[in-house]
């Protein structure tokens, strides 16, 4: 859900606003969780191992075993430990408040960020567990878990993914002044709060406190990771920097490194941050930058097989690409084609129609709605008796759109729609109001946070009705006004052809 109240400015609103924030989990999942819970012959191992695919989950069942916990006593660091304090009932009881939604009615950011926060665990399993042997729960839990706060910022305010990657990632601008500007707060100290206040592994208070308290320590060890050709040399200085040593080498840093190297990961692998934390995991591990490169990649590629990606991004898809490819590049909407459109509505307005069928006229339609810049639609018809609709045109979506077929029925807003011609622009503001109105299947065709629905008649009858959207973009006034019009051309075009002589 996106939430329409306006973003708060203070560290103190926003704690007050996250801390109760509702991270939904999939219906599916939290339905095998809720059965193995139940089973008397399934130990805590099996159960914490069945519930990190879930990270809400694992967040949720940590932050009420510390909460109930004396905050006196020692934080649970391992989803074992804290389902052993809760005991299964009472996490039980626990999963049946957390609500459990398809997979498309949860945010995309939502899905993407917690995907990152498994990358980065698996890079953790895979660079350090074993050197950290006996500390393995730690670096498990603690690299999922880095990024919980943020969780709940994206569950609240989806948008702000976007806009940290346009600004951050595209554009470069630097991620102080991008969290100022979005947040009013640093996101670092935001995080820090929100991960003591829940009492989170030790771990990832101390990562989040280096990155704010330890910055010249930071700094001072990325320059010499610079150095990775020159191993010895490294050496040397840390021999000579018992200190730098010291602070490097703990075995806490281990969970921020993997963080690092998947959050970055996340627009490119040869990226100027990429190559800075590779580096400084180069040197914390002892390890040639080339031996790394090929772990890491490793990892991500165990991380994409283990984790589901449906709809989301994954860095290991990118090692598949040339080196320089960015997945990410700077958003420019289409430019509409103005000649087009005004020959595709002269075609359209034609009387008598210029169209001997109806696939004809709905693909005239369809390239008319192209032509003003919108980049992915679904074009629906619908039978005499209103109890079906079937596409008949798509652009821009999955190919497994040629077909559909949907029933009225069980959606409160295509009912809406077939009883008389509207038009609806969802956006952030009320698309919580209307998403879970929508057939799945749509939605999971057109994942939007701005997307325009309208229903056309002919002869006072609804007969379509037509969805598209600028690939999850806003969109113009122009545009909106340029949609309007084509809407109207169509509606036209379907009353003159119903008028045809046969």
Known sequence: MVASTPLPRTLDAWLKQLDGQVLPIPTQHHQQVRRALGDSRRSLREIADLMQDSPALVLCVMREANRKSSSMGEAAESLETALNRLGLKRAEELLMRIPA???VDIPQPL?????????????????????LARLWQEVHWGSLLFLS????????????????????????????????DLLGISLVELCLALAEHWRLP????????????????????????????NPLRQQQELDSDPPL???????????????????SAHNAWNGS???????????????????LHQHIHQNAAQSARQVETTGLWHPAEALLWPWNTRHLRENKPPTPQVTDWRQLCTQLLTQPTAFSNVEQLTRCARQALQATGLSRQIMLLADRSHSRLQVQQHVGVDASASGLTLDPAQSQVLRRLLQAPAQLYLTPANIAQFSA??????????????LLIRSLASNDRVVMVLFADLHGKPISDTALQAFTKTAQCIERALDTFSKRKR
């Open 101 to 103: 939604k398809a997979v």
């Open 111 to 131: 899905r993407q960020i917690q995907l990152i926060s498994q990358h980065a665990t698996q890079q953790a399993n895979g660079l350090f567990a074993a050197r």
């Open 149 to 180: 706060p943020v969780w709940t910022l994206l569950a609240a305010y989806p948008q702000l993914f976007e806009a940290w990657e346009q600004r951050v990632l595209i554009k470069g601008e630097p991620p102080a002044r991008v969290e100022r």
């Open 202 to 229: 030790a771990w990832i208070i101390q990562g989040y406190q280096l990155l704010i308290n330890d910055r010249r320590l930071l700094a001072k060890a990325l320059h010499l990771a610079r150095q990775h050709d």
């Open 245 to 263: 040593q010291r602070w490097l080498m703990q075995p806490a840093n281990s969970i921020l490194l993997a963080n690092a190297l998947a959050v």
């Open 273 to 291: 941050h990429t190559r800075r934390w590779q580096t400084l995991n180069s040197l914390y591990l002892q390890m040639p930058l080339p031996e």
């Open 437 to 450: 109105l929508l057939p799945g299947n749509l939605k999971a065709l057109l994942p939007s946070e701005y």
